[in-house]
């Protein structure tokens, strides 16, 4: 229940008490003021003087008595003047509204009195006295009197007091019930609204009191908490039960705010379900007053957001997780990148010392004895063209070793060439020393950008590294396709398949492609092939090679 409908009530209430004791005297009042009504119309136009204090009463009671029984607000001053006019004893009288500037006619007694201005004042052009009584309202001038006689009305100063206080009278009442047909109408607005609030079911609404009790609810908190009205009518639904114990320190704090008057504003909490489940809300209450204290409270189930809440909460983890992950394979992608490269540098190292050392010292030694013999004139001609064609392989040995190490560093076929011949020529020199049955379907020519073909290169050539390394097969099957948009290379090889494969023995150069072709916008995917083996798919966007 609203306060503002509760405080009604009980003012209907204790004013139909005061109407019942008041109906009598209305009566005898209203009785009394029609038979001194031609006595006070006689004191009035009394020319010898004659006391009018009796007089006063009986005109007050008139024009009171007209604002008691009045219930229309449009009829309150046109009764209060009528009242006020005959009992003066005046013959004629009309009520002006001046407040929107134009006066316009509301009221004449007799009835049937002309309807504007003009046709006033042709129709009394017969009065010889005019009385004009402004009645005040907020301030300003809201209505006018004006009291027609046809007789002299002289200006008793009692009765002339008496009506300026009666004008007053009868614009303070207006003006209150002015104000009080305001507040009937937002309170009539407020009511509606909160019914319609209480009976749309789009917000869960509830009327309780302090000590647990559930005096009114909608279907939207009934369903809320699983209950029917039956028991909610039998008292079995109370706020107090369905509250986990959890919640009753946060409850007493609410309990004593409200009882201090004031409105409690949203928070969360939880309620016990008919089944035992809990449903997350968010609640809002403000204190009705009463004996018990009754409040009212707004209740939205947020089990929908919360279960979004928890989604988001396992999607961060679990992001955090691969961001872990992530982090850390790409720390072991670095530390195995810089372990290659040293490996690198090491068997570079070793080539030049082992094979470039020997190769050098042996020509030095070759190139003092061929000092030595130019220096003792020899005329072995045929000596000296063995050493320098000896001198002659060696060197061609030395070339041969440096293109072959410059190959593995980059091969330069790739630069000269393109990708496909540096596939194929990697493919043949692969299958030579190894023996593996190498399938190449690769297209006749591609143009691609040269990172693009230096990534899609280096991916072939660690893929045959894993297999080399890790999986014991006889055969390999590679093909590319190409289409406008991408570029796709297919990997197949019959070996054991790479969940027979140790984690941490191919992860790292597994890792190496997926980065090389995220870099370049793609996707690397590896599985174990249906019948046996590995099969391995990286898809690369079409880029189109400079001019």
């Known amino acids: ?78 009764c209060a003047v009528a009242a006020l006019g005959r009992s003066l004893g005046w013959d004629a009288g009309f009520l002006w509204n001046v407040e929107a500037g134009q ?38 001038v809201a209505w006018l009197v004006e009291l027609h006689a046809n007789e002299p009305k002289p200006p008793e100063p009692e009765l002339v007091e008496l009506v300026r206080r009666l004008a007053r009278l009868i614009g303070r009442t207006l003006r209150r019930a002015r104000r009080q047909s305001r507040l009937d109408a937002e309170l009539k607005l407020d009511r509606a609204k909160l019914q319609r609030l209480h009976t749309s079911d789009v917000i869960a609404v509830m009327v309780t009191t302090h000590d647990g009790r559930i005096l ?60 035992g489940s809990l449903v997350p809300v968010i609640i809002g209450a403000a204190p009705l007053g009463g004996d018990p204290c009754q409040h009212i409270a707004f209740v939205i189930d947020i089990t929908a957001q919360k279960q ?83 001198m002659m392989e060696r060197l061609d040995d030395l070339h041969s070793t440096i293109r072959r190490i410059a190959s593995q560093l980059r091969p330069r076929i790739l630069d000269d060439l393109g990708l496909v011949a540096a596939i194929e020529s990697h493919a043949r020199d692969l299958a030579k020393r190894t023996g593996l049955a190498i399938e190449l379907s690769l ?66 150069g597994l890792v190496g492609i997926r980065e090389r072709a995220l870099a370049f916008g793609g996707v690397f995917q590896i599985a174990p092939a249906p019948g046996g083996g590995t099969a391995a798919t990286v898809c690369l966007p079409r880029q189109e090679a400079a001019p």
Do not use: C
Not at 118 to 123: G, I
Not at 485 to 493: A, G, M
């Open 443 to 508: 297209p006749d020519e591609i143009s691609v950008p040269p990172e693009l073909a230096t990534a899609l290169f280096r991916i072939y050539q660690e893929l045959m590294t894993n297999v080399l390394r890790h999986a014991s097969a006889s055969r390999v099957e590679v093909s590319m396709t190409a289409t406008d948009s991408e570029i796709v290379l297919d990997f197949f090889d019959d070996g054991v398949g790479i969940s027979h494969v140790a984690p941490d023995e191919a992860s790292l």
């Open 1 to 78: 229940m609203h306060p503002d409908e509760d405080a009604l009530r009980r003012a209907l209430r204790r004013t139909r008490a005061l109407n019942s004791g008041r109906q009598d005297d209305d009566a005898r009042a209203r009785q009394h003021t029609e038979r001194a009504a031609p006595a006070a119309t006689q004191s009035w136009s009394s020319v010898s003087g004659t006391s009018v204090s009796g007089s006063v009463a009986t005109i007050e009671i008139a024009v009171m008595s007209a604002l008691l029984e009045v219930d229309d607000l449009d009829e309150l001053a046109p």
């Open 216 to 275: 009114e609810a909608n279907d939207a908190l009934l369903q809320m908490v699983g209950y029917t009205r039956d028991e909610l009518a039998r008292g079995e639904l109370r706020w107090d039960a369905i509250t986990p114990p959890g919640w009753q320190e946060s409850d007493a704090r609410i309990l004593e705010e409200l009882a201090q008057g004031a409105v409690v504003r949203a928070y969360h909490k939880e309620y016990i379900r008919r089944d």
């Open 308 to 390: 979004v809440e928890r989604q988001l909460e396992a999607l961060n983890v679990e992001l955090e997780d691969r961001v872990a992950k992530r982090s850390e394979e790409l720390r072991a992608l670095a530390r195995q990148l810089q372990n290659v490269r040293e490996e690198q540098l090491a068997e570079l190292s070793r080539e030049i010392h082992d094979v470039f050392g020997q190769d050098v010292a042996v020509l030095k030694v070759d190139l003092s004895w061929l000092q030595r013999r130019f220096a003792d004139g020899t005329t072995d001609f045929a000596a000296l063209s063995a050493r320098t064609t000896a």
């Open 103 to 140: 006066p316009q006619l509301v009221a004449s007694w007799p009835s049937g009195g002309a309807r504007d201005p003009q046709a006033s004042s042709r129709e009394l052009r017969w009065t010889d006295h005019v009385l004009s009584l402004p009645i005040p309202i907020d301030d300003h």
